[in-house]
């Protein structure tokens, strides 16, 4: 089968032919029709992470974001049979673990991350391996295409554990996103669904009129408040008549995640999604005293454990919300690099999804 895989940070991927993978007794093995481009991958291909001992190792088949058909499944598999159409999780848990016992698979103790370890190849690849898949693995509903189950992937379930999981945006409230690259855009289109005032913020103006398109009510651009205008807080706290309910960094660096908590109002909560680059190294200098003041909440939020696939599809269904309309444009596995590369100055926008894996 070909696949892309990373040889030296910050260089071309190698697409090359490697042996299909055979599942494990409770594994399953998914041919994947589609796969997303994601700014996680980003990270990983720039060799980030370190500070984290998270690099991802040279030799690593990237991609965490598929949807496709499963083609074969382990003796000791009991839901999932070829021919059934999934979607996989990035965050894969051994479906065991108090957390995953717990419906909190995507912080299991034994979990591994799609793409991003040995143990995990990952789906910038014609067939995947899924283990624990009576777990991992979630059947996609009919209505729901491989293309815009890609898209779905990390960076759409990703925003809507953030918003609806791990704190609970509700109608009426006011919600800043912070850099609308792909998972902003998704919290955008999620949180207003979800009937909150979204609020995006951008320094590129095409990336603003996406997050209008997909729902925001005010757009912030920093580079184009005139003088006088003050801070990007200030004119959250105007636009919301005194801060947001909910702030999301999606970006991950120090401006981003300061101004997110800096927007809130008492009592509010800043939500971090964006990972940071070598700039930040894994340390944001934060503003504590007045957090305890105002009594503002810090939450991370990382990926969706696959129990909560059922809710966002409902939530899909509901609101008629498409993470599909999200999708900018499709690729072919030998573009990827281009496009890794273009990240580094983010001149990517919507979301990029693998769609042609053959030669």
Known sequence: MRAAILREYGEPLAVRELPEPEPAPDGAV????????????????AGHGEWADDRVPRGQ???????????????EVDRFRPGDR??????????????????????????????????????FAERVAVPAADYNLVERPEW?????????????????????ERTTVGGGDAVAVHGCGGVGLSAVQIAAALGARVIAVDVDDEALALATEFGAVETVNPESM???????????????????DVSLDALGIAETCRNSVRSLRPRGTHVQVGLTTDAERGEVSLPTDWMTRWEISFLGSRGMPPTSYPDLFALIEATGIDPGDLVARELSL?????RLAAMDEYDVRGVEVVTEFGG
């Open 61 to 75: 088949v990237l991609g965490h974001e598929p949807a496709g058909e499963v083609v074969a499944v382990g003796s």
């Open 226 to 244: 005139s003088d006088g205008a003050g801070s990007v807080p200030e004119r959250i706290r105007a636009l919301t008549d005194g801060g947001a």
């Open 334 to 338: 030998s573009e990827v690099s281009d």
């Open 30 to 45: 998914v041919r994947v029709d589609a796969c997303g481009v994601c700014r996680s991958d980003w990270h990983a291909w």
């Open 144 to 164: 729901l295409g491989a293309t815009a189950a890609a898209a779905l992937g990390c960076r759409y379930m990703t925003a809507y554990h953030a918003l609806a």
């Open 86 to 123: 999934v979607v996989v999780p990035f965050s894969l848990g051994d479906g065991t673990c108090p957390h995953c016992r717990r419906g909190a698979g995507n912080v299991c103790e034994d979990g591994r991350a799609l793409g991003f370890e040995a143990a995990a190849p990952g789906a």
